[in-house]
């Protein structure tokens, strides 16, 4: 999902505008949102989390699964941090069942500074799942999510 920055004020918060369907449900293309920057918001990151951050250049909104320090993994559609799988209601489903997208994929263990993140519309996100998307440092972010100010739809 890559996010349009429409804002140019010097407050904290900051409007965004969503491109995207990675995040759906929670966010869809043309939502407008409002993001927290302030200065200590890397410092204040936690699992569950959605967050706006720099990737390759462009300007994304994931969730973070996984933090310095913990394990996650996916098996057959289950993610599993440290072990334990994940209660995930905020994911995308379509009948009652969770939408497609690589959902089996090996142990990683996340190193000094990194973050694991997935969009909630997993079918539909390009993701620390994949190896090309590569590393995503909390030095990327930018800042969290803090709520919607309009639905596009």
Not at 6 to 15: K, Q, W
Not at 134 to 147: C, E, H, L, N, Q
Request: net charge positive; glycine share 14%; aromatic share 10%.
């Amino acid at each position: 999902m890559v996010l349009l920055f429409i804002s140019g004020c010097n407050s904290p918060i900051r409007a965004y505008r969503v491109t995207g369907e990675a995040m759906l449900p929670l966010l869809g293309p043309g939502d407008r949102i409002f993001v927290d920057e302030s200065g200590n918001t890397r410092l204040n990151l936690h699992d569950g989390d959605v967050i706006v951050l720099r990737h390759k250049g462009t300007v994304i909104v994931k969730r973070i699964l996984a933090m310095q320090g913990e394990t996650i993994s996916g098996d057959r559609g289950k993610v599993f941090r440290d072990g334990k799988q994940l209660d995930e209601p905020y994911v995308a489903r379509v009948n009652g069942q969770e939408i497609g997208g690589p959902m089996t994929f090996p142990p990683r263990r996340m190193g000094t500074g990194e973050v694991f993140v997935m969009g909630d519309n997993r079918g539909f996100s390009l993701d620390s799942r994949f190896v090309e998307y590569g590393t995503v440092y909390s030095s990327d972010v930018i800042g969290k999510y803090a709520w919607t100010y309009w639905h596009a739809k």
